[in-house]
């Protein structure tokens, strides 16, 4: 069992910046995909970020140059930093850690991000 816990969402001015982080307790995963997602009111959870144990690092296009994840592999904790945030960018953020190969895994509990003036 793996247990994940965010810290980090809040509301921001457009332009602005935050930095989510997700923490895992219980089991560790050798080989491992951190994901964060987001969902909109009314809209499906999209993938906004992954990265695999290898450290390769993928982005969703309309976060590309924005958002930066990355981890702490002593901590086994994984961060969004989001820059030049848009009000497009409100939703619940989730992180997600599954075994490379899989589908599913772990989800953590959700975070606020709203970015409004």
């Known amino acids: 069992q793996v247990q994940l816990v965010e810290s980090g969402g809040g509301l921001v001015q457009p332009g602005g910046s935050l930095r989510l982080s997700c923490a895992a307790s219980?089991?560790?995963?050798?080989?491992?995909?951190w994901g964060w997602y987001r969902q909109a009111p009314g809209k499906q959870r999209e993938l906004v970020a992954a990265?695999?144990?290898?450290?390769?690092?993928n982005y969703a296009d309309s976060v590309k140059g924005r958002f930066t994840i990355s981890r702490d592999t002593a901590k086994n904790t994984v961060s969004l930093q989001m820059n030049t945030l848009r009000p497009e960018d409100t939703a619940v953020y989730y992180c997600?850690?599954?075994?490379?190969?899989?589908?599913?895994?772990?989800w953590g509990q959700g975070t606020q991000v709203t970015v409004s003036s």
């Open positions: 219980g089991s560790i995963f050798r080989l491992y995909v």
């Open positions: 990265l695999t144990s290898g450290g390769t690092p």
């Open positions: 997600n850690y599954r075994v490379l190969g899989t589908t599913g895994g772990y």
